[in-house]
């Protein structure tokens, strides 16, 4: 960019010492009227066409002269823009370790997340070719938006290097362009930052790669690995879910050269039900298996594990990596309970998915606000302080309808006909109540204190749900009275839009309870990586 800046001013310079008379025809620089310096000014030579006193052409022999100093200057100019010419075309032809740089003079880079383009004044290029960081060191891989170059000559521009490819629309993960309205839905103050996480989001898409490690069905533990073949159900199902919707969709790479992140497909909720692992197998199966991953393939000991995930949605895997450190601190896990109490999750690194009951379709009567006639509804068993806490202020209230036993009415009817449903921090924050709520169009209540909720890198949970302290829960009508009905129905207009990120599909769809996820650790495909040596020399 700069040769190229250099290349205009030295083009301005040479052309304001150019002689300026209608019967010149002179080439090259030299003195104004009447002066015939030769090409520099001093030399003996004979100028062909030279305008005589009238204009007419003439041939005449020029005496040599001493050069001015103003001939000397336009002279070492001319010479520099030469010589920047020179190193321009030079410098087409080379691919940098961090860059690359094409005829159009065109640059982009990526660096940790951060890109910076650069193009040349009266290029519209906009042709993406970026470069991604791999463990310390630059690996080029060339992508392209779609858009096409503007013509700036007959010639058709060159790059010296590998060629992207003309769209991105081969693969099946792209998402067209039909505006954020229809992505994320009319209204959009649920989203923190709609239109940076729309386009974010679809670059993701496109552009998101895992390797799985291998497994294979003659394996004795394959069942551990590799997904169900049925469809999943209960409490645990999302891990079973996101592992089918992974391994049925174009984000899993064979190439792991153009893998961003590396996927270990070990099941802890199967795990536990083994009969040659079982809970008390699973702490010794889990540093046993990144053990043998480590000797068979380079990946893991590149970052010592910090571009690698797996997922965790049972309390039993709380301790899994107990007799692994260096999981626990460098792999990223995706969790279903993100307590801050575990001593296992990182806010940071670590990502939550939510823990959803696999459901058919959405109940046609969720957004309607006239049917709901209780204030408030909570069914579950009283297990912890705070569900007990819950229980004792509103057990028997007629608003707040409080249920530690079985309730009388279908448990849908009872979601369907509630303004606010409270999800309340039991044994783990690990039940599926949250992505009940959202599915049948209710205002979640949060009394879950010191933990993440799902997405909150992406959603304003403040907009269509109500985050209620431990402390006020005895106030609780009182916080729910004081939101007008407009303001509820704004809240439960928010969630009806918010609600297709809880829900799982076969095939999966795009925004989905899988595809968040996915763009839970497009984020953190750029963590600093915790050192192995570090760890060890801190024993």
């Known amino acids: 960019m700069a040769s190229a800046a250099g290349l205009r001013s030295s083009r301005a310079v040479s052309e ?66 030469f010589a920047i010419l020179v190193a321009r075309l030079a410098f087409s032809f080379i691919v940098l370790d961090d860059t690359v740089v094409d005829e159009l003079g065109h640059l982009q880079y990526e660096s940790l997340g951060s890109r910076l383009t650069l193009h040349e004044k009266g290029t519209n290029d906009s042709s993406s070719i970026a470069l991604a960081t791999t463990h310390g060191s630059w690996n080029p891989k060339f992508l392209q938006s779609g858009a096409r170059p503007t013509r700036r000559s007959r010639t058709k521009p060159r790059i010296f290097a590998r060629k992207a490819p003309r769209s991105l629309s081969g693969s099946s993960n792209c998402i067209k362009d039909g505006g954020i309205e229809d992505a994320l839905g009319i209204v959009s103050q649920a989203y923190l930052s709609p239109q940076l996480f729309y386009e974010d989001f ?71 039900t083994h009969p040659k692992i079982g ?36 309390s039993i895997g709380r301790g899994a990596t107990d007799e692994a450190p260096y999981i626990r601190y460098n792999a990223i896990q995706v969790v279903c309970s993100s307590s801050y109490y575990l001593q296992n999750y990182f806010p940071h690194k ?68 509630s303004k606010f449903c409270l999800h309340v921090k039991g044994f783990e924050v690990n039940t599926a109540r949250l992505g009940d709520a959202m599915h049948y169009g209710c205002v979640p209540i949060i009394i879950a204190p010191y933990h993440d909720l799902p997405y909150n890198d992406v959603l304003d949970w403040k907009q269509f749900a109500v985050v209620v302290s431990n402390l006020d829960i005895p106030n609780l009508k009182k916080i729910l009275k004081k939101i007008k009905p407009l303001e509820y129905a704004q809240m439960q207009s928010n969630v009806m839009q918010v609600r297709k990120h809880f829900e799982w599909h076969v095939p999966a769809q795009p925004f989905d309870a899988f595809y968040m996820v996915m763009y839970e650790l497009w984020l953190r495909r750029h963590l600093v990586r915790f050192s192995l040596d570090d760890w060890a020399n801190k024993l």
């Open 16 to 81: 304001s010492f150019s002689p300026a008379h209608p019967g010149s025809s002179r080439v090259g620089v030299g003195g104004g009227p009447g002066e015939d310096g030769g090409l520099f000014g001093n030399g003996d030579s004979t100028v062909a066409g030279a305008a005589g006193p009238r204009g007419r052409p003439m041939q005449q022999s020029i005496k040599p002269r001493p050069a001015t100093t103003r001939q000397c200057v336009v002279g070492a100019v001319t010479i520099t823009s």
């Open 279 to 314: 809970v008390s197998g699973i702490k010794p199966f889990v540093r046993e298996y990144v053990e043998g991953i480590s000797r068979k393939y380079p990946y893991w000991n590149r970052t010592s594990g910090a571009d690698h995930f797996y997922v965790n949605c049972h």
């Open 202 to 272: 679809r670059e993701m898409a496109c552009k998101f790669k895992i390797f799985v490690y291998p497994q294979t069905r003659k394996d004795q533990y394959q069942n551990i690995f590799l997904p169900y073949e049925e469809m999943p159900t209960g409490n645990y199902a999302s891990e079973h879910y996101f592992k089918m919707a992974l391994m049925n969709s174009s984000f899993v790479t064979t190439d792991p050269s153009k893998a961003d992140l590396f996927f270990m497909p070990f099941s802890i909720a199967r795990m536990r």
């Open 350 to 417: 670590d990502a939550t998915v939510p823990q959803i009951w696999p459901r058919s379709g959405f109940p046609k009567k969720a957004a309607s606000i006239k049917q709901r006639k209780t204030l408030a509804f909570f069914a579950g068993a009283a297990n912890s302080p705070l569900r007990a806490e819950v229980a004792k202020h509103w057990n028997n209230d007629s608003e707040i309808r409080v249920y530690t036993q079985r309730i009388d009415t279908p448990y849908s009817e009872a979601l369907l006909s």
